[in-house]
């Protein structure tokens, strides 16, 4: 029988080259920004870009973001693309509602953001009237590199984001 | 073009009120007691088969206020004709849904209920169309604001007042030069 030797496995020459040290936060945002699955909350015209978006050419699979989610639970960010009119912003909110946390939200387009042209009764004047938006971008509608710089900068975001220490005190208090 | 007219004149000689021809386009203007027969005859007997559109007019200051626009179309046997028909009527009063002579003309009424607030005699599914069952106002009236009023159902819906900010843009087609037509900012309210 041969003798058991307790081994670490930093310490294994075999494996020794497939470990990586990091930080717990680095790790979960690194894959958190790389595999954002979009909620597509398309409205109005920016829909039309953002299915430009997701298409060949501009291909938004390099972002790890080409896994459109028509059910919320299965979303990480919500895309809205479009004017937001107040007939529709409660269905807006009861879908952000339903994605589980963590989530983010691109506000894509004039609309969106804050209106765009439409200074009327039946206009939503900016979806952060309802829901937390991380993202804006401008544009009437954005072009399809405009709405993949937005989720670059999401991506930014979500690298600089404390992750580990947020999940640690929601359980402190829940 | 203008045997339909005459046709029309002959059978309905007292509610032609008036008529008038602009580059082709016809326009009758009729009473309102007799407008749903002088419609259902359009269609039954001078073959107006297609209902383009059903729009209302708000003529907010002089009397009467109401006036409801009939676009008819006529697309049989080759035939390509138009016909606009007017009339007008007082606040009040209702007008007459000609969904019966046209299934289309329903949601085209609902809409002009939902915007305009006229309502109408005979229509089966007297609801709004575009805004939500409950919404206070009529907003194409003229007496409506152009930013809205706040309005608020819990659980259903909401309105706000939109910012203006300097006014709505606006533009002067009877502006003199091309700088002074186009869109500009006016105070409004």
Known sequence: MPETIEQHAAYDSKIEGNIIFTKVDTAINWMRKNSLWPMPMG???CAIELMGTGASRFDIARFGAEVMRFSP????VMIVAGTVTYKMALAVKRVWDQMPGPK?????????SSGGMYRSYAVLQGIDNLIPVDVYVSGCPPRPEALLEGLMKLQDKIA??????????SEKSA | MNTVLSILRDRFAGAILDHVEFRGEQTVIVEKAKARDILRYCRDELGFDYLIDVSSLDHLGSEPRWE?????YALGNGARHHLRLKYSFPEGEKADSVSEIWPTAG??????????????????DHRRILMWEGYPYFPLRKDFPLAGRPSEMPEVAFTNRAPLAGGPFVTSPT???????????????
């Open chain 1, 160 to 169: 600089k984001s404390q992750s580990a220490v947020a999940h640690f005190n």
């Open chain 1, 104 to 112: 983010w939200c691109i506000a894509m387009g004039a609309c969106a």
């Open chain 2, 68 to 72: 409801m626009v009939y676009e008819l």
């Open chain 1, 43 to 45: 409205l109005a015209c």
């Open chain 2, 107 to 124: 949601w085209h009424e609902r809409e002009v209920y939902d915007m305009m607030g006229i309502e109408f005699e005979g229509l089966a």
């Open chain 1, 73 to 76: 639970r299965q979303s990480d």
């Open chain 2, 175 to 189: 502006a003199a030069t091309t700088v002074h037509r186009e869109p500009r900012s006016r105070e409004m309210d």
